[in-house]
């Protein structure tokens, strides 16, 4: 649906007052984009050209179209002209409390909605999508595999690799050629196997990067 927005129909009634109305609107814009956007609606905001000097004009607030009519002109015109070219006006949403302005956009087969309670609807389902949003973040957070600590290791992932070496070294000596029968000492074999172990382990290292 795309909604159309009496401007200042719902800017007044949120707030109740008309003083320092340039500083209402902007904050008024500002807040209706932030739920446009969490909520992903089509909006238009029609303000009316009475509290401005000027032509008409059309722009866009990141996720908002935002139309002021000329001077002269009143917002409930330009909503009607809207109407009038929209190319599937069962699809239009006027948000309005002004009740000629809704009957007679009823009468170009748009829909209709009071201001009030168009905001009521916006603020309930505004609050809950953003607590669903912060539930989703923790859960991800939560989710999320843990680092590991560094100068740490799993002793289960250390007993696996050394066990792993253990076989290839077995395979190795396997592979190696007879030794010459001159007997060496036994201190000497002990170092022998270790430089073995060590060049396989390093070898494993190098393959696993």
Request: no cysteine; hydrophobic share 30%; net charge positive.
């Amino acid at each position: 649906m795309h909604y159309i927005v009496d401007g200042y129909n719902l800017l007044f009634r949120l707030r109740g007052k008309r003083n320092n109305l340039d500083s209402l609107r902007r904050d008024f814009i500002q807040e209706m984009d932030q739920k446009a956007e969490l909520l992903k609606l089509d909006m238009t905001i029609v303000f009316d050209g009475h509290f401005s000097e000027g032509a008409k004009t059309r722009t866009h607030y990141r996720n908002l179209e935002i139309i002021y009519s000329p001077h002269g002109e009143s917002a409930d015109e330009l909503i009607l002209a809207e109407l009038a070219s929209s190319l599937d006006v069962r699809h239009e949403v006027i948000v309005t409390s002004d009740r000629d302005l809704a009957y007679r956009a009823k009468k170009l087969h748009a829909k209709t909605e009071r201001a009030e309670d168009f905001y009521r609807t916006l603020q309930e389902r505004y609050q809950k999508r953003s607590k669903k949003k912060v539930a989703q973040k923790g859960v991800k957070k939560a989710s999320s595999p843990p680092v590991a600590t560094e100068g740490k290791e799993d002793p289960e992932t250390v007993e696996h690799y050394q066990k792993i070496f253990e076989e290839r070294l077995k395979e190795e000596e396997k592979k190696e050629k007879p030794r010459s029968k001159k007997k060496k000492s036994r201190g000497a074999e002990e170092v022998d196997d270790y430089k073995r172990w060590l060049e396989i382990f390093e070898r494993k290292v190098d393959e696993k990067e």
